[in-house]
């Protein structure tokens, strides 16, 4: 059986982080390099969905990221005046878990410390390099890291994907952008208290709005916005949070409750312009791979970023453990693309059909037809999505 003698994992965020842990087991020694400080916050959050949550439970982790956030086990549509117009059960699959990004990472880290694996901290990559059965990470304060092999799990706009495939350095730009929030700890819950084991969207004529409960006592809210042209966007990227507050306030004025109340009691806010990776041409060469967002960003429409990149972990380390490298590569791209890709676009098409703006009688066969009848396809095709199997 070929082993690599040693794995440098460019990106410590979450598939990084567990890709160490799965490459541990198997006598790999992977070195973290991390470009941002050992102590850097994490803004956000994110929902871990069933298939992410088993991955996290090998792991041995998904007990302290379940008790930092909130169990989901359900997602409810309503329409702007409160009417429910749509129900999906997710717990059939297992649990979601909502949560804030910060204990995701901090249970994660806390694994790989205890593990003993070799972290660099603020080790930014400026070049890889490849000679003979190595590979040479350069970084900016002008060390190296020598590894067997490299994976590229640094995220939506990596640096490692830019050295492999320069034509397609960057990410594609969506043109929406997401804004949202933590609301201060008890400033503001729901109307339905069955609404803490919910993910609940909200839809209008034209705009849509998210909620769901991150923790035992805060809630996060988001949305996502097409804005009119670079100008706006500009706009929406930069002005105080105060002038974001009041014109979000008004996109939302007469929504039914929580809409105002959580844009009103909002303390923490984050924005966010949404890129994804559709397509690319392959996911490796040589000694070197990527994976995760690097592979295959989406938007947060798409629900799956965490999960997928969790199981990509999952799957190429056990593939890396049993083959040769670029024989590992070759069959984990075979197994994850078709899967990546497609959640990827349907991401992107809930975030385009999140744009369409719908009349009286549009919202009629949207609240009382369509939502209804689409509400139990959604549900058997996430079930689909969550119990697939994903073994190597």
């Known amino acids: 059986m070929h082993k690599p003698r040693r794995a440098i ?7 990084g982080s567990a890709l160490s842990l799965f490459l541990t087991r198997t006598g790999v020694r992977p070195v973290l390099v991390e470009a941002y400080p050992k102590d850097a916050s994490t803004g956000g959050s994110l929902q871990i969905a069933p298939n992410g949550v088993r991955v996290l439970a090998e792991l041995g982790v998904a007990d302290a990221i ?11 549509f309503r329409n702007h005046r409160g009417r429910v117009i749509g129900v999906v059960k997710t717990g059939r699959a297992g649990p979601s878990i909502n949560v804030r990004r910060q204990p995701v990472h901090a249970a994660l880290r806390a694994a790989v410390e205890r593990q003993g694996v070799e972290t660099r901290y603020e080790a930014k990559l400026v070049d890889i390099a490849v000679r003979g059965s190595q590979v040479i990470a350069s970084l900016a304060d002008g060390s190296s890291e020598v590894g067997d092999f490299l994976v590229g799990a640094d995220g939506v706009h990596s640096r490692v994907r830019s050295w492999l495939l320069g034509e397609h350095a960057k990410p594609r730009d969506t043109s929406m952008v997401s804004i949202g929030g933590l609301c201060a700890k008890g400033a503001a819950s729901p109307p339905d208290a069955d609404d803490e084991t919910r993910v609940v969207f909200l839809a209008g004529p034209k705009h849509q709005l998210g909620y769901s409960k991150m923790s035992s ?14 100008a706006d966007r500009t706009a929406l990227m930069t002005m105080p949070f105060d ?14 409750a929580p809409s105002e109340e959580f844009i009103s009691s909002t303390e923490s ?11 690319l041409p392959t996911w490796h060469r040589g000694p070197v791979v990527i994976l995760g967002d690097a592979a295959h960003a989406m938007s947060p429409a798409g629900g799956q970023g965490a999960s997928l990149a969790l199981e990509d972990a999952r799957v190429f380390a056990k593939l890396v453990a049993a083959l040769p490298m670029e024989e590992a590569a070759t069959r984990f791209e075979g197994l994850r693309r078709v899967r990546a890709e497609k959640i990827v676009a349907q991401g992107y098409a809930n975030d385009r059909r999140s744009l369409r703006e719908h009349g009286a009688l549009g919202m009629w066969m949207r609240d009382r037809v369509f939502m209804p ?7 058997r ?12």
């Open 9 to 15: 994992i460019v990106g410590g965020g979450i598939a």
């Open 66 to 76: 379940a008790a930092a956030g909130q169990r989901a086990e359900s997602m409810v």
């Open 217 to 230: 006592d805060q809630w996060a809210w988001w949305c996502h916005v097409h804005p009119e042209d670079e």
């Open 243 to 256: 002038a974001l507050r009041d014109r979000l306030l008004e996109r939302y004025r007469g929504w039914c």
């Open 269 to 279: 806010w984050l924005r966010t312009a949404i890129h994804d990776v559709p397509r």
């Open 373 to 379: 009848m689409f509400s139990s396809f959604i549900e």
């Open 381 to 392: 095709a996430l079930h689909q999505l969550y119990t697939a199997d994903t073994s190597a």
